[in-house]
Structures are given as structure tokens and as C-alpha cells.
Nanobody, 122 residues
Framework: EVQLQASGGGLVQAGGSLRLSCAFS????????VAWFRQAPGKEREGVSC????????WFADSVKGRFTTSSDNAKNTVYLQMNSLKPDDTAVYYCGALVGTIVTIPLVDYWGKGTLVTVSS
């Protein structure tokens, strides 16, 4: 059974950092890529990052390039999203999802984890 669980959200001041974790089971990063999405209040869910090819390939949305990084610990079946230089616009519920391929779009996500709330205060 495939499962994903995001954690690590919280309240942080603008300019600060947070690291989100996505613990997964039932697959490996050879089978699926793991992407992070976020949904701000009143907005559509959008792709933020993706890690694939067993952790060797990454993708980031333009809005987070240079500020966010993603990595994996295959021994722990966990994907991380390191978020630096956070802005109030980064406030959202962050979700991780397992998808086939590397095109980060909601219809291609086969499995979702529950979200974790990130709030960035100004």
C-alpha cells in the first residue's frame, strides 16, 4: 500500500527557514517521483518541486528557484523540502505526492499525502 505523510510545517518569520519531510512507503524513487505542491488560501494547488530518478533529478517552480532545495534519503524513504528565505507568499498548505514521470501536474499524481501548513509572517 502506497502512503505518504508530510510533516514539518509551522510558523516562521519572513526570511526564515523550514524543512518539510515527506515519509513514504510502498514504493521507491525508482518507481515514482515525489513532488511537493502547495495550496494557498483561495488559490489553486501548484507544483513547487520534484525529485526523481532515485533522487538524481530535481525540478523547481520559478517562484522558489534559488530558495528551495529538495533531497531524498532512500534509506529512510523520506523526501525533504528545504525552504530558505521564506516570504509571506509562501504561506500555504504543502502536500507531497507520488507521480509517474517528471511533469509536475496534479492529474499525474497517483498518490497524495496529507498536507502540512506553513505560515510565513511578515
Amino acid at each position: 500500500e502506497v502512503q505518504l505523510q508530510a510533516s514539518g510545517g509551522g510558523l516562521v518569520q519572513a526570511g526564515g527557514s523550514l524543512r518539510l519531510s515527506c515519509a513514504f512507503s510502498g514504493f521507491t524513487l525508482d518507481d515514482y517521483a515525489v513532488a511537493w505542491f502547495r495550496q494557498a488560501p483561495g488559490k489553486e494547488r501548484e507544483g513547487v518541486s520534484c525529485i526523481s530518478d532515485n533522487g538524481e533529478s530535481t525540478w523547481f517552480a520559478d517562484s522558489v528557484k534559488g530558495r528551495f532545495t529538495t533531497s531524498s534519503d532512500n534509506a529512510k524513504n523520506t523526501v525533504y523540502l528545504q525552504m530558505n528565505s521564506l516570504k509571506p507568499d509562501d504561506t500555504a498548505v504543502y502536500y507531497c505526492g507520488a507521480l509517474v514521470g517528471t511533469i509536475v501536474t496534479i492529474p499525474l499524481v497517483d498518490y497524495w499525502g496529507k498536507g502540512t501548513l506553513v505560515t510565513v509572517s511578515s
